[in-house]
């Protein structure tokens, strides 16, 4: 009997990519269809009890149009497409789906264990990319290339950059601080190392590898961090406990002059407290990709700071994230298909 397999992709994630991979490594009559929705040229919802998805946040995709594309498929692949409790009722076939992104949050978990529906994902899908990003930030700030970048498009040389008391420094006589060791923070932490700076980590639900503490990095506690550092990296997850982490409290322990990258996520940072350490010089600098509210609203008081770098949410976007992606959801397929338990059990 044909297996049958719903692919729902978007424009970054694309359906195509994933059938390719899943017809490399599974045997058998598949019978596959796909769906390219429109996301990122459109925004994504984040939850709407008016529709059944109270429970699922950060979806693409109304519910009937999701339920009619799965049908009476077995497998469904999908990035962003929403699966509330309703939905599974009208999909009693469905068995697994693999969901290609670091968290199933545009699915109903208690709903899918409630209904047997087997739900995997793709751990550290863009951890690379998130932490070259990030070095990336970390130079546009010590070594002034957003300055320097904006300046020439006004048509202003700023040779006085090249003056001793403006001009920037180096990683390699620097204290960098890399709050959160997960899958991101440790990649970020190899790769800094290169640079010869001195390197702290603040994770207090982990140790650091044998070759980070050779290396002579040091795991310390968010004070003590925050204390020394010269920059200080975001990388935990949002919990109650890191919410608004880097606010006026922590802000005060910085040291003056401190650059604050944030790639990780918006609400872990009190953007009001943010805007007055950048207005003050407390912050010296800051490095922004995500936010509390995206898209951002166009009369955000720090669109209008020039010591502020800001990206639209990209730092996890790169082709490598989209191949990796789909190279682990085909994986998760195969195991499904040959009876194996999945690698990433939700």
């Given at each position: 009997?044909?297996?049958?397999?719903?692919?729902?992709?978007?424009?970054?994630?694309?359906?195509?990519?994933?059938?390719?991979?899943?017809e490399?490594?599974?045997?058998g009559?598949?019978?596959?269809?796909?769906?390219q929705?429109?996301?990122?040229?459109?925004?994504?919802?984040?939850?709407?009890?008016?529709?059944?998805?109270?429970?699922?946040?950060?979806?693409?995709?109304?519910?009937?149009?999701?339920?009619?594309?799965?049908?009476?498929?077995?497998?469904?692949?999908?990035?962003?497409?929403?699966?509330?409790?309703?939905?599974?009722r009208?999909?009693?076939?469905?068995?697994?789906?693999?969901?290609?992104?670091?968290?199933?949050?545009?699915?109903?978990?208690?709903?899918?264990?409630?209904?047997?529906?087997?739900?995997?994902?793709?751990?550290?899908?863009?951890?690379?990319?998130?932490?070259?990003?990030?070095?990336?930030?970390?130079?546009?700030?010590?070594?002034?290339?957003?300055?320097g970048?904006?300046?020439l498009?006004k048509?202003?040389?700023?040779?006085?950059?090249?003056?001793?008391?403006?001009?920037?420094?180096e990683?390699?006589?620097?204290?960098?601080?890399v709050?959160?060791y997960?899958?991101?923070?440790?990649?970020?932490?190899?790769?800094?190392?290169?640079?010869?700076?001195?390197v702290?980590?603040?994770?207090?639900?982990?140790?650091?590898?044998?070759?980070?503490?050779?290396?002579?990095?040091e795991?310390?506690?968010?004070?003590?961090?925050?204390?020394?550092?010269?920059?200080?990296?975001?990388?935990?997850?949002?919990?109650?406990?890191?919410?608004?982490?880097?606010?006026k409290d922590?802000i005060g322990?910085?040291?003056?002059?401190?650059?604050?990258?944030?790639?990780?996520?918006?609400?872990?940072?009190?953007?009001?407290?943010?805007?007055?350490?950048?207005?003050s010089?407390?912050?010296?600098s800051?490095?922004?990709?995500?936010?509390?509210?995206?898209?951002?609203?166009?009369d955000?008081?720090?669109?209008?700071?020039?010591?502020?770098?800001?990206?639209?949410?990209?730092?996890?976007?790169?082709?490598?994230?989209?191949?990796?992606a789909?190279?682990?959801?085909?994986?998760?397929v195969?195991?499904?298909?040959?009876?194996?338990?999945p690698?990433?059990?939700?």
């Amino acid at each position: 009997m044909r297996k049958k397999i719903a692919i729902i992709g978007d424009n970054f994630m694309l359906p195509q990519v994933f059938r390719a991979e899943i017809e490399k490594v599974s045997r058998g009559d598949l019978d596959i269809r796909t769906l390219q929705t429109a996301w990122p040229d459109e925004p994504m919802e984040f939850g709407d009890p008016a529709i059944g998805l109270d429970k699922v946040k950060e979806y693409f995709g109304h519910p009937d149009e999701v339920v009619d594309f799965i049908g009476d498929a077995e497998i469904l692949v999908t990035q962003l497409a929403p699966l509330s409790e309703a939905m599974m009722r009208r999909l009693p076939t469905l068995r697994l789906v693999a969901v290609s992104r670091g968290g199933p949050i545009n699915i109903d978990m208690a709903a899918a264990r409630a209904h047997g529906i087997i739900v995997v994902n793709v751990p550290g899908r863009n951890a690379s990319a998130v932490a070259e990003f990030t070095l990336g930030a970390i130079l546009a700030e010590t070594r002034l290339i957003r300055v320097g970048h904006e300046a020439l498009r006004k048509g202003e040389w700023r040779g006085d950059l090249y003056r001793a008391d403006r001009t920037g420094r180096e990683l390699s006589e620097m204290t960098v601080g890399v709050i959160g060791y997960g899958n991101i923070g440790t990649k970020v932490v190899r790769l800094l190392r290169a640079f010869g700076c001195h390197v702290l980590v603040c994770d207090p639900y982990v140790q650091l590898s044998a070759d980070d503490r050779n290396a002579g990095v040091e795991l310390v506690s968010l004070d003590n961090l925050l204390v020394r550092s010269d920059v200080v990296t975001l990388h935990p997850r949002v919990t109650d406990e890191t919410r608004g982490l880097i606010g006026k409290d922590t802000i005060g322990l910085m040291k003056p002059g401190v650059i604050l990258i944030n790639t990780a996520r918006g609400p872990l940072v009190d953007y009001d407290a943010l805007y007055e350490a950048l207005v003050s010089g407390q912050i010296a600098s800051a490095m922004l990709e995500t936010f509390a509210v995206e898209p951002v609203p166009s009369d955000w008081p720090l669109l209008l700071l020039p010591n502020v770098t800001l990206t639209p949410h990209i730092a996890g976007a790169s082709v490598r994230t989209v191949t990796y992606a789909a190279e682990q959801a085909a994986e998760e397929v195969r195991r499904y298909l040959a009876g194996l338990p999945p690698v990433n059990p939700c």
